[in-house]
């Protein structure tokens, strides 16, 4: 492997995102609610696989490695997904409020990467933008019904909320790296974007019926690979047949 | 009887004369009745066969395995679906086939009760369950119930990149490692008969078999589709170089088709009765995600009727 840059670190980051999401979401395939959720579901972890190969396929050609050293043969401390991601599934409620958030998150990211100085990402994230669009609309429409349905369902999605609001700040901090790179015109600056965040988050808990959590809490600690205990176990049964077997094709 | 005479013949006519039979049109009661257990278990088997290779998902030994996997695995559920819908034309109702799979009323393909055990399990059974499924469901795009008949052709577009990415994962195993190789031996020794079986009894055995042949729900009889499937397979295997575990498996110049050994009824009806490794953590599977997406099923109703009632308000 060649010595990892800046891009590489970053693309890195955003590759490891979607990673781990991905693995998530497509933990839902034939555990869904009904099938019709299951092929959404589906669809959803396919888009994100999809997005993390093609990030890591491009990371791999700056460190001079394959797409699938960089998934499998990394461990938790390597990985640098923010730790919303990796999160496990929960029930619905959790599922749902976890890409809702994101999924706000990232129509406004990519909307921005796509003028990235860096012709590659600014492709792949025009590619993700649509998706991300795509998203948003059904994971938006599961909170207003979910929230605003019967009081079990009310009642799990507030828990899931209050679960889940601390993890958001990690969504908005630029280290010194995605600085210098936002300074190249590459990266995003993640703290622009959450004015427009919290506005979208805000509109659609007043029509799901739910409310802001009264306490905040703050966890960070994702880009340094300090991660939750969960991660770690997530790997192991992803990456167990590929490191089983070293040097082989499949 | 004598005055369903008329209808009956008119009904039998149209079948003789190849056109379809439609949702609106009459059918003898035992016409539906047999179609509706004929198709929900179709549409169980796609539901529950999710669950074998979906073990699979989490821990696909690359990235592009993954993918691969996860979008076969969801063209399943979009199998499911479909025949769900088309057998609800029948006049049952989606909650009631989920009841009757869950209660054990229904049934499912027998296969589907058999443990994947290793990566090269995902491989065979793409190559050899999707196989032995995709030369039944050729055979049902001309069954005479118009919905089954469209869904067949609908499905079967999806089956042949299943069956595709299955044999490839099994071409990938045999050119790779010895214990690559290994591991893709013992799949087929494991998966090869049970797939036989999937066509189920012979002929001379087979309760539904004749009435199903002359209503044309049956199109070609169990072995004579059995003995299609061997014979593309045998091919496929030499290629691989590997081995389908039957001694008596040979070409016969006289027939123009490959004999096989006589399979091992008494092991298919045991894992039927209840006697496979998954047949209890399959519906278990099955009946704790329904019931853990209850609420959310529940929510959803709530949430439509009340947008129904604000509509009326307002
Ligand atoms: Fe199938
Ligand atoms: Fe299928
Ligand atoms: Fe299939």
Redesign the pocket.
């Known amino acids: 492997m060649t010595e990892p840059s800046n891009l590489s670190t970053y693309v890195l980051r955003l590759a490891d995102d979607a990673m781990v999401l991905g693995q998530r979401i497509s933990e839902w395939t034939s555990n869904s609610p009904n099938l019709e959720e299951d092929i959404a579901n589906s669809n959803v972890a396919l888009d994100y696989l999809g997005r993390a190969r093609m990030l890591y396929a491009y990371a791999a050609t700056m460190l001079n490695t394959t797409e699938d050293e960089l998934a499998f043969m990394r461990d938790a401390r390597q990985y640098t997904n923010l730790l919303m991601h990796e999160l496990p599934k929960g029930d619905y409620a959790f599922s749902t409020v976890r890409q809702f958030f994101i999924d706000s998150f990232d129509v406004l990211y990519f909307e921005q990467l796509v003028n990235s100085s860096d012709a590659q990402l600014a492709a792949i994230a025009a590619k993700t933008l649509k998706e991300c669009r795509y998203h948003v609309r059904r994971s938006r429409d599961l909170m207003v019904r979910l929230g605003d349905g019967t009081e079990e369902s009310h009642t799990r999605m507030q828990t899931a909320l209050n679960e889940l609001w601390g993890y958001r700040h990690e969504l908005f901090m630029d280290d010194e790296l995605e600085t210098e790179l936002q300074q190249q015109g590459i990266a995003i600056t993640r703290t622009d974007l959450q004015q427009a965040w919290d506005a979208a988050i805000n509109d659609c808990l007043a029509e799901a019926t739910l409310s802001i959590p009264e306490t905040d809490w703050t966890v960070t600690g994702g880009r340094a690979g300090v991660h939750s205990e969960h991660l770690g176990h997530m790997l192991d049964d992803m990456q167990c047949l590929h490191r089983s077997y070293p040097g082989v094709t499949w | 009887m004598s005055d369903l005479a008329p209808e009956l013949d008119n009904f039998q006519q149209k079948i003789d004369d190849e056109q379809r039979i439609e949702p609106k049109d009459w059918m003898p009661e035992k016409y539906r009745l047999n179609l509706i257990r004929q198709m929900s278990q179709h549409a169980h088997s796609?539901v529950i066969?999710m669950q074998p290779e979906g073990n699979w998902i989490s821990s696909a030994p690359s990235l592009y395995r993954k993918i691969v996997l996860l979008s076969k695995v969801q063209?399943?559920a979009g199998?499911g679906l479909y025949l769900y819908s088309a057998t609800e034309t029948l006049g049952i109702s989606r909650a009631e086939m989920n009841s009757r799979l869950q209660s054990g009323e229904s049934k499912y393909a027998s296969i589907f009760n058999y443990p994947s055990l290793t990566w090269a399990d995902v491989g065979a059974i793409g190559w050899l369950v999707?196989g032995a499924?995709i030369v039944n469901q050729v055979s049902l795009q001309r069954t005479s119930y118009g919905p089954y008949a469209r869904a067949m052709i609908r499905?079967c577009k999806?089956?042949s990149f299943?069956q595709r990415q299955g044999y490839d994962i099994m071409v990938k195993l045999a050119e790779g490692s010895k214990e690559q190789r290994e591991m893709a031996q013992d799949a087929i020794n494991r998966w090869w008969w049970p797939s036989l079986m999937m066509f189920g009894p012979h002929d001379s055995d087979s309760v539904n078999s004749q009435q199903s042949m002359k209503w044309k729900i049956k199109r070609q009889s169990n072995d004579d589709l059995r003995q299609k499937f061997v014979d593309q397979t045998v091919q496929q295997t030499e290629i691989l170089k590997l081995e389908l575990p039957d001694p008596d498996l040979k070409w016969n110049e006289e027939r123009q088709h490959y004999d096989f050994g006589e399979i091992d009824w008494d092991e298919f009806y045991q894992v039927i009765k209840g006697n496979g490794h998954c047949n209890r953590d399959r519906i278990k599977h099955h009946v704790s995600a329904h019931e853990e997406g209850a609420w959310v099923r529940d929510a959803m109703t709530a949430y439509a009727e009340k947008k129904a009632q604000r509509k009326e308000v307002a």
């Open positions: 796609e066969g063209d399943e199998h999707d499924a499905i999806e089956e299943h």
